[in-house]
C-alpha cells in the first residue's frame, strides 16, 4: 500500500545577530517567513553558548513582535545547573514554552565537549531536569548520520531514545543530502520502539562550497552526483535554480512518505526557503498575497 502524500507543517530555525547588519537580516527574514505561518520556529545558540544574551533577547523579540510560537535552543555548555535553569525560567516568563535541549557544541578552540563542574553533564540530564518543571514542550536534536562523537549509527538511535524518555516529545534531524538517509533512520528508530515525531531538518542550499563545509562539520554525507552538479551549474551561472530544484525534489520525496513536518536551517536568508515552500503549495492562501 503506497503513502498518500500530507499537507505538510514547516518550521524555521534563526540564528542570532552579532552586528548591526545581522540584526537586519535576522528581522527581514522573520518578516518574509512569518506569513508562512510556522507551526514554530528556533533561535539557536552560537558554538559554546556564546550567544546566550542574543539568543534570549531574539526570542522575546521575536515571540512578542510576530506572534510566533518559538521553541529557543538551550544547551549545556559552559553553565552551572542553576544558571541554565535560570535562562530557561526567562523565557517561561516570556511566555515560550517550547525549547530544543542540546548537549551544544565545544566551545571556540575546544576538542569535544566537556562537562561545567558544576553542570549538567549531558543532553538527557539537561532535557529530564526542564520535563521537571513542567514548563516547556521539550524538542531535541538527531543524527540521520553518525554523529562524529557516536561509537556507531545505532548509538545515535539509543542515545535519542534516551532523550525521548527523559521527557522530550519530538526530535529535528541535523540535515542530509538524500531523502533515503532520513527514510532508513526513521525505519531504524521505529524498529527500536521510537514513536515520537521525528521532523527532517532541510537546509537550502544558499552557497555549495558552504553546504559542504557545514556537512564535514556534522559528518553528513556529500553525494559526488550533487558536487558535479553545482560545479556544471557554476559554470553557467545556474546555482539558485540548482538549489531550488534540488530542496524541492527532497521535500516532495519526504512528503510521499508520510512526511508531515519540514525544518528550514534559514540561515537568515529567507529568499530560498520562501521559494521553497511555496513551489510545495504549503502557503496559507491567506499569505499568498503577502509573499507574491
Given amino acids: 500500500m503506497s503513502i498518500q502524500p500530507v499537507r505538510a507543517r514547516v518550521s524555521f530555525e534563526f540564528f542570532p545577530p552579532q552586528t548591526?547588519?545581522?540584526?537586519?537580516?535576522?528581522?527581514e527574514t522573520v518578516q518574509a517567513l512569518a506569513p508562512m505561518a510556522p507551526n514554530f520556529v528556533s533561535v539557536t545558540y552560537g558554538a559554546g553558548g556564546a550567544t546566550r544574551a542574543l539568543t534570549h533577547d531574539a526570542v522575546g523579540a521575536i515571540h512578542r513582535n510576530y506572534?510566533?510560537?518559538v521553541a529557543a535552543h538551550l544547551t549545556c555548555v559552559n553553565a552551572t545547573k542553576a544558571e541554565t535553569l535560570e535562562v530557561a525560567a526567562?523565557?517561561?516568563a516570556l511566555g515560550v514554552t517550547e525549547i530544543v535541549a542540546l548537549r551544544g557544541d565545544a566551545p571556540n578552540g575546544a576538542d569535544r565537549f566537556t562537562p561545567h563542574p558544576e553542570g549538567f553533564?549531558?543532553?538527557v540530564d539537561l532535557i529530564a531536569a526542564l520535563a521537571q518543571t513542567g514548563k516547556f514542550?521539550?524538542?531535541v536534536g538527531a543524527y540521520p548520520e553518525r554523529h562524529p562523537d557516536a561509537a556507531d549509527d545505532r548509538a545515535d538511535i539509543v542515545w535519542l531514545k534516551r532523550k525521548l524518555d527523559a521527557g522530550a516529545s519530538s526530535a529535528i534531524?541535523?540535515?542530509?543530502?538524500?531523502a533515503e538517509t532520513f527514510l532508513r533512520f526513521r525505519d531504524a528508530c521505529a524498529a527500536e520502539g521510537i514513536t515520537a515525531p521525528i521532523i527532517p531538518g532541510i537546509l537550502p542550499i544558499q552557497s555549495w562550497q558552504g553546504a559542504k563545509r557545514f556537512a564535514a562539520r556534522?559528518?553528513?554525507k556529500v553525494p559526488?552526483?550533487?558536487?558535479?552538479?553545482?560545479?556544471f551549474a557554476a559554470r553557467d551561472g545556474r546555482e539558485e535554480l540548482l538549489a531550488l530544484t534540488q530542496c524541492t525534489t527532497l521535500c516532495e520525496r519526504l512528503l510521499s512518505e508520510g512526511v508531515e513536518d519540514l525544518h528550514f536551517y534559514t540561515l537568515n536568508r529567507p529568499h530560498l526557503t520562501r521559494e521553497v515552500v511555496r513551489a510545495l503549495g504549503l502557503v496559507p492562501e491567506l499569505a499568498l498575497e503577502k509573499v507574491a
Fill in 224 to 231: 559526488a552526483r550533487l558536487d558535479e552538479a553545482f560545479a
Fill in 218 to 220: 556534522c559528518g553528513a
Fill in 20 to 27: 548591526l547588519d545581522a540584526s537586519f537580516r535576522l528581522w
Fill in 67 to 69: 506572534g510566533l510560537n
Fill in 121 to 123: 553533564a549531558s543532553s
Fill in 90 to 92: 526567562s523565557y517561561a
Fill in 173 to 178: 534531524t541535523q540535515f542530509f543530502f538524500e
Fill in 137 to 139: 514542550k521539550i524538542r
